[in-house]
T-cell receptor, first 111, second 113 residues
């Protein structure tokens, strides 16, 4: 059974800092990996999707990498801003588009 | 193209009542998924449906829960005889094809009193 772990569980940084969020998964047989952002009481916003054949994806200040063989993904956020404060969720997709979610990293960017 | 639409956004039910949660996928998406997020827990898969078919319901409790995605209209997640433990946020997602990017709705927050 796929297990997804995210470290750290919470992170507080000053504005402008570059930061890395980590995600690990136990079964490397995945179709893709998706990073989401969840604001309190809100839904999930898709940030980046990495297909299993890809190594990384970039969108603006966000860069996500995938190392399937070691079961790891990282989300890099450059020049963090207070508006980046949210919970970041990593999800791996196995058979039939079934997402396995980590518990998330709660990020607080202080002005 | 509107996103995945879920309604209601908030639902309060008394113990023993029925809860019906609706999800309209994005236009052109024929794959629908339901997830549940219990308080202070991660999202857990419940069921995967295509039009008129349940493909995978391995995450759905065997009793009181059912889901459908009819040929016309939204997907419905139905919870009969709700209990306090059913209180959670229920999220729906859709995708155009299998194993492609999925888009999530805003969720329905069910509170059982």
């Amino acid at each position: 059974k796929q297990e997804v772990t995210q470290i750290p569980a919470a992170l507080s940084v000053p504005e402008g800092e570059n930061l890395v969020l980590n995600c690990s998964f136990t079964d490397s047989a995945i179709y893709n990996l998706q990073w989401f952002r969840q604001d309190p009481g809100k839904g999930l916003t898709s940030l980046l999707l990495i297909q299993s054949s890809q190594r990384e994806q970039t969108s603006g200040r966000l860069n996500a990498s995938l190392d399937k063989s070691s079961g790891r993904s990282t989300l890099y956020i450059a020049a963090s801003q207070p508006g980046d404060s949210a919970t970041y969720l990593c999800a791996v997709v196995s058979d039939f588009n079934k997402f396995y979610f980590g518990s998330g990293t709660k990020l607080n960017v202080k002005p | 193209n509107a996103g995945v639409m879920q309604n209601p956004r908030h639902l309060v039910r008394r113990r023993g009542q029925e809860a019906r949660l609706r999800c309209s996928p994005m236009k052109g998406h024929s794959h629908v998924y339901w997830y549940r997020q219990l308080p202070e827990e991660g999202l857990k898969f419940m069921v995967y449906l295509q039009k008129e078919n349940i493909i995978d319901e391995s995450g759905m409790p065997k009793e009181r829960f059912s889901a459908e995605f009819p040929k016309e209209g939204p997907s419905i997640l139905r919870i009969q005889q709700v209990v306090r433990g059913d209180s959670a946020a229920y999220f729906c997602a859709s995708s155009p094809e299998l194993n492609t990017e999925a888009f999530f709705g805003q969720g329905t927050r069910l509170t059982v009193v």
